[in-house]
């Protein structure tokens, strides 16, 4: 499985507020919908670790394809670049990170 992993926070200018609301509909339909994407979520950052650290970003969103294939097709669609390209006007000093996720568990109960 392909993950892609963002990190960022908002620039100044953004109400977070505002920003939230959006990403949670609007924004989260539009990634459900691209192609090949299995599952995505999205993370307010409150804290880090150690205690004494302030975390350099506020949010984090993840994306999962199957493959890399899968990937690259979905996430290198022109449209989706497109959008993209208009959303990061938002954003500041965002990362964006492609790993293969090599091992994952799910602890909850059924």
């Known amino acids: 499985m392909i993950r892609l992993t963002v990190l960022y926070k908002l620039k100044p200018e953004i109400d977070e507020d505002s920003f939230i609301e959006w990403r949670l509909t609007e924004h989260q339909t539009g990634i459900n919908a691209i192609e090949g994407v299995l599952q995505t979520g999205f993370t307010r950052i409150d804290s880090a670790w150690p205690k004494d650290?302030?975390?350099p970003h506020r949010f984090m969103t993840t994306?999962?394809?199957?493959?890399m294939e899968a990937f690259e097709k979905g996430f290198y669609?022109?449209?989706?670049?497109?959008?993209l390209k208009k959303n990061l006007e938002m954003l500041q000093d965002p990362i964006f990170l492609i790993g293969e996720v090599l091992a994952r568990q799910n602890n909850e109960a059924d």
């Not at 669609?77 to 497109?82: F, G, L, M, T």
């Open 53 to 55: 650290k302030d975390s």
């Open 63 to 67: 994306v999962d394809w199957p493959n």
């Open 77 to 83: 669609d022109p449209s989706v670049q497109k959008g």
